[in-house]
């Protein structure tokens, strides 16, 4: 049974600086999406990431995939309040089952 | 486009009481899902679909029933109504199932 893990849970950070959530999973996959959820609001697609060595970037946002690690990591560079949010990541089993996601990393950007 | 739309927005019930919680879709996406959003739990998987006239069970299947008859529509059934069904309601789609999901904007129930 795929597992997925992030960490933190709970990320508080000055605005200006840098960090890193993790994004963990259990089996084999090769596709992993990220998403970020705004306070009460519905659930938007940040990046897809679909082959080991994969990376995209948005703005402030950075993603990458390691698949023999099994990790993920979305790295924030100067963060800005705007990005407070939280942010999912979802993992396709590589067999026929849906995404599962993690429980979401919940960041607050403060001045 | 409208994307994925759910309906209602809100919606308060009382304990027994059923409710259909609709979900469509005009992206001609195969597969589509429903989840649940607790504080602290995540998004949990209910039920699923990978095209007209198949239904899968997720995570937390027990009290809701699904079906889908066209390409475009996945309703949610609550059989009947707990307060342990209280929670945010999510309906996503995507081309096949390993595709990215678009999301709905979602349902709040509160069951009293």
């Known amino acids: 049974e795929l597992k997925v893990e992030q960490n933190p849970l709970f990320l508080s950070m000055q605005e200006g600086k840098n960090y890193t959530i993790y994004c963990n999973y259990s089996t084999t996959s090769d596709r992993l999406y990220w998403y970020r959820q705004d306070p009460g609001k519905s659930l938007e697609s940040l990046f897809v990431l679909l082959s080991n060595g994969a990376v995209k970037q948005e703005g402030r946002l950075m993603a990458s995939l390691d698949t023999k690690a099994r990790l993920s990591t979305l790295h924030i560079t100067a963060a800005v309040h705007d990005l407070s949010a939280t942010y999912f990541c979802a993992v396709v089993d590589s067999g026929n089952t849906p995404l599962v996601f993690g429980k979401g990393t919940r960041l607050s950007v403060i001045a | 486009n409208a994307g994925v739309t759910q309906t209602p927005k809100f919606q308060v019930l009382k304990t027994g009481q059923s409710m259909t919680l609709q979900c469509a879709q005009d992206m001609n996406h195969e597969y589509m899902s429903w989840y649940r959003q607790d504080p602290g739990m995540g998004l949990r998987l209910i039920h699923y679909?990978?095209?007209?006239?198949?239904?899968d069970q997720g995570e937390v299947p027990n009290g809701y029933n699904v079906s889908r008859s066209t390409t475009e529509d996945f309703p949610l059934r609550l059989l009947s109504a707990a307060p342990s069904q209280t929670s945010v309601y999510f309906c996503?789609?995507?081309?096949?199932?390993?595709?990215?999901?678009?999301f709905g904007p979602g349902t709040r129930l509160t069951v009293l």
């Open positions: 996503a789609s995507s081309y096949r199932f390993y595709n990215e999901q678009f």
């Open positions: 679909s990978v095209g007209a006239g198949i239904t």
